[in-house]
T-cell receptor, first 112, second 109 residues
Framework: NAGVTQTPKFRILKIGQSMTLQCAQD?????MYWYRQDPGMGLKLIYY???????DKGEVPNGYNVSRSTTEDFPLRLELAAPSQTSVYFC???????????FGSGTRLTVV | RKEVEQDPGPFNVPEGATVAFNCTYS??????FFWYRQDCRKEPKLLMS???SGNEDGRFTAQLNRASQYISLLIRDSKLSDSATYLC??????????FGGGTRLMVKP
């Protein structure tokens, strides 16, 4: 199994540009999450989804949007990129909290 | 008070040493507990779940003290390859996991 796949792995954006970070999982997990991790810091939850068609805000949702049209995919949209959004973005999925999360390998985003 | 608190370290230990990490959590209703490992510039990976009775996986032992809201991870016979950041993780509400800031371990020859 591929697990959780994130694309792209790296991206440089100019201030004001937009982009979509892709996340796909092949484990039929209902729960999916987007986190960001700044250098030397912990994980902060951006958005999460408990199933197709259902999304909710996490701790730091401003400047981001998500959609969940299928169980497999959970893209994260950045509108009007700002330098403060320079970070590593991790997508994760879970079948239930008792099983923990499986993470993708991350997307390193730099906004200049 | 942070929901999940860890000593950030770094813990610098020689190969073969035993090292212990501690973690406290604030929500007494938490039901699921984990230790994750994160290597530099990599994603977090599940190291082990933590059960009330304590559990062991090779050189790694995890303990949970619900009364004190305290979780520990013991690593015996440290290897160079154990160098990483160890994240204490607790379910805080529903299906959400809350991650501690991590404890950095550096094992030296």
């Amino acid at each position: 199994n591929a697990g959780v796949t994130q694309t792209p792995k790296f991206r440089i954006l100019k201030i004001g540009q937009s982009m979509t970070l892709q996340c796909a999982q092949d484990m039929n997990h209902n729960y999916m999450y987007w986190y960001r991790q700044d250098p030397g810091m912990g994980l902060k939850l951006i958005y999460y989804s408990v199933g197709a068609g259902i999304t909710d805000k996490g701790e730091v949702p401003n400047g981001y949007n998500v959609s969940r049209s299928t169980t497999e995919d959970f893209p994260l949209r950045l509108e009007l990129a700002a330098p403060s959004q320079t970070s590593v973005y991790f997508c994760a999925s879970s079948s239930g909290v008792g099983d923990g999360y499986t993470f993708g390998s991350g997307t390193r985003l730099t906004v200049v | 008070r942070k929901e999940v608190e860890q000593d950030p370290g770094p813990f610098n230990v020689p190969e073969g040493a035993t090292v212990a990490f501690n973690c406290t959590y604030s929500n007494s209703a938490s039901q699921s507990f984990f230790w994750y490992r994160q290597d530099c510039r990599k994603e977090p990976k599940l190291l082990m779940s933590v059960y009330s009775s304590g559990n062991e996986d090779g050189r790694f032992t995890a303990q949970l003290n619900r009364a004190s809201q305290y979780i520990s991870l013991l690593i015996r016979d440290s290897k160079l390859s154990d160098s990483a950041t160890y994240l204490c993780v607790v379910n805080n509400a529903g299906n959400m996991l809350t991650f501690g800031g991590g404890t950095r371990l550096m094992v030296k020859p």
